[in-house]
């Protein structure tokens, strides 16, 4: 999953919802360096990631563009999934999708200092271009990919992707609707365990 998904399934927790946001900058042990419930939004970050990686309907999707996109695949399916989910916003949260990640912006604001080098390098250009409200509408994606492409120096295609996004958006839609029901009910299940 990518951003929008991990902070939502973080719940109310704030410090929950920033580790879950940082953990993939913050390699192997480093974790430890930080508070205690932030550690444990890195943990669940990964038992999300694990769990999303080795599951059957998101291998579905996966595989639908693996032959043009190989192992970019993966990252690609992450970032069309937060797109189901904020296009579909309020079917799952009862906050509107803008006030969302404007508190969200704003609680990373806050907690400047405690965020790794590379999300207070990247986190000027998030809040410019607004990255989790744009999420919602297929240009917005268009946009995410067409970025993710350049940080690969154009090797993985990822821009062209769209066009799989518009051709197969049914089966992507019904796939993430499937996977995310249960993905919700492993989250809720490792939080209480954490």
């Keep these: 999953m990518n951003f929008l998904a991990h902070i939502y399934l973080s719940g109310n927790d704030t410090e929950l919802q920033i580790g879950n946001f940082i953990a993939d900058a913050v390699k192997g042990k480093k974790y430890t360096q930080f508070p205690t419930t932030i550690q444990k939004g890195i943990t669940l970050h990964r038992k999300i990631d694990s769990y999303t990686d080795s599951h059957p309907v998101v291998r579905e999707s996966v595989l639908r563009l693996f032959p043009k996109y190989s192992h970019y695949s993966t990252v690609i ?4 999934y937060d797109h189901f989910l904020a296009a579909y916003w309020s079917d799952f949260s009862t906050i509107p999708l803008e006030i969302y990640v404007s508190d969200f912006y704003t609680l990373l604001q806050k907690h400047y200092d405690i965020l790794p080098k590379k999300v207070q390098d990247f986190l000027p250009y998030m809040l410019r271009d607004n990255w989790l409200l744009s999420y919602a509408t297929i240009p917005g994606i268009g946009r995410i990919l ?21 051709k197969y958006y049914n089966e992507f839609e019904r796939e993430f609707r499937s996977f995310f029901s249960e993905l919700e009910i492993y989250t809720k299940n490792e939080i209480r365990a954490l």
């Design 146 to 166: 067409y970025q993710m492409n350049r940080r690969t120096k154009n090797r993985s295609k990822m821009n062209f992707a769209i066009l799989e996004l518009e």
């Design 77 to 80: 399916v992450d970032i069309l």
